[in-house]
Nanobody, 114 residues
Framework: QVRLVESGGGLVQAGGSLRLSCTAS????????MGWYRQAPGKQRELVAG???????NYADSVRGRFGISRDNALKTVYLQMNSLKPEDTAVYYC????????WGQGTQVTVSS
């Protein structure tokens, strides 16, 4: 059984920063892909950023240059540093990992006020 625990969401003013963390636990040998998705009210869930085991990253165009994804393989943790936050970044952010199957975190709310 794999469990993902997210933390770091909250309320921040536009222009502020937040750092999300997601730690995986359970019977895990290695994690291929780690990423963050988000879903705003009335919208589809979208990929925000992803990172492979080798450290290759990809970002949604809307966050490139403002967000940074990183991972600590020893801690089985992925981070999302979010800077210059905008009201349109408001959403529930979900951690997502692939280790032979896809697993999702429970989600953490990020609210950016104008």
């Amino acid at each position: 059984q794999v469990r993902l625990v997210e933390s770091g969401g909250g309320l921040v003013q536009a222009g502020g920063s937040l750092r999300l963390s997601c730690t995986a636990s359970g019977s895990i040998l290695s994690i291929n892909f780690m990423g963050w998705y988000r879903q705003a009210p009335g919208k589809q869930r979208e990929l925000v950023a992803g990172i492979t085991t080798g450290g290759s990253t990809n970002y949604a165009d809307s966050v490139r240059g403002r967000f940074g994804i990183s991972r600590d393989n020893a801690l089985k943790t992925v981070y999302l540093q979010m800077n210059s936050l905008k009201p349109e970044d408001t959403a529930v952010y979900y951690c997502n990992v692939y280790l032979g199957a896809w697993y999702w975190g429970q989600g953490t709310q990020v609210t950016v006020s104008s």
